[in-house]
């Protein structure tokens, strides 16, 4: 007779629980230089955090400044703070555990990432 390989049930990717994922920050911070973009805020933050790995969520760009909220993990927020107090072009403004609030403190809507 022939074989027949019966194929395991399809099981949607399951989201880990909240206690899983891992507790982190969120950071709101301001960067002072001219002409900026969404990538050059990723690489200016990249340089000036160095190891700590982030997120870069929002980057609002005014004309001679840039407002950011950047994801870190909860044990790299004091490192991160550190950093963003150390360098000259950027300064830290909040930060909180929900986006939200961060967004609300910065003035950031949530629609007007899509402008």
């Not at 160095?50 to 609002?60: Q, T």
């Not at 991160?80 to 986006?99: Q, V």
């Amino acid at each position: 007779g022939e074989i027949v390989k019966l194929q395991p049930p399809r099981t949607p990717m399951v989201k880990p629980s909240k206690a899983l994922r891992g507790k982190h920050r969120w950071v709101g911070l301001k960067i002072n230089q001219n002409q900026l973009n969404r990538k050059s805020c990723q690489k200016l933050l990249e340089d000036i955090l160095d190891e700590i790995k982030f997120s870069m969520y929002d980057c609002m760009m005014e004309k001679n400044f840039a407002v950011v909220i950047i994801k870190v993990a909860l044990n790299d927020q004091e490192k991160t703070r550190d950093s963003i107090e150390e360098s000259s072009t950027t300064e830290p403004l909040t930060t909180s555990g929900k986006i939200r609030l961060v967004r609300e403190r910065l003035g950031i809507s949530k629609l007007s990432k899509l402008k």
